[in-house]
């Protein structure tokens, strides 16, 4: 065989099995695009048929739905009000957690009420009527 030959099954190999890898990404991306649209609520899905790859679909949805920094921050906002109070009704356990997840959304956002000790304090405060030994300090 000769070195021509054996260039040329190499490079024919190389091309088949790139081929096959190709026609898998696409099949891939195919389902993906299908699984977004059929997912994807019926008053966004006008946003999932603006963009012709996948990428361009996942951005014109997040566009449209995603909540811009200053909504998200109100909501935080609102969320932090509710968790300053104390639960009263609510499972001890099932506040904590919510408490830790805002704080450190709070945090990621870097919004002053979560400054310095002021989120101990408010922690403290919110406590206190359901343990008032948590308070003394």
Avoid at 55 to 75: E, F, G, M, N
Avoid at 84 to 101: D, G, M, T, V, Y
Wanted: hydrophobic letters at 35%.
């Amino acid at each position: 065989m000769t070195a021509k030959r054996k260039s040329f099954e190499l490079y024919e190999n190389t091309t088949t099995v790139f081929t096959s890898n190709m026609r898998k990404e696409e099949a891939a991306l195919r389902f993906l695009r299908t699984y977004i649209i059929s997912t994807t609520s019926r008053d966004y899905i006008d946003y999932a048929f603006d963009g012709n790859t996948v990428y361009d679909i996942l951005v014109s949805l997040k566009q449209a739905i995603a909540p811009t920094d200053d909504a998200r921050k109100v909501d935080l906002a609102t969320q932090y009000s509710k968790m300053r109070k104390a639960p009263k009704s609510q499972n001890i356990e099932k506040w904590l957690r919510e408490w830790e997840k805002v704080y450190k959304d709070y945090r990621k956002v870097n919004l002053p009420e979560v400054d310095g000790d002021r989120p101990v304090k408010d922690f403290v405060y919110a406590v206190e009527s359901v343990s008032s030994s948590w308070s003394e300090y």
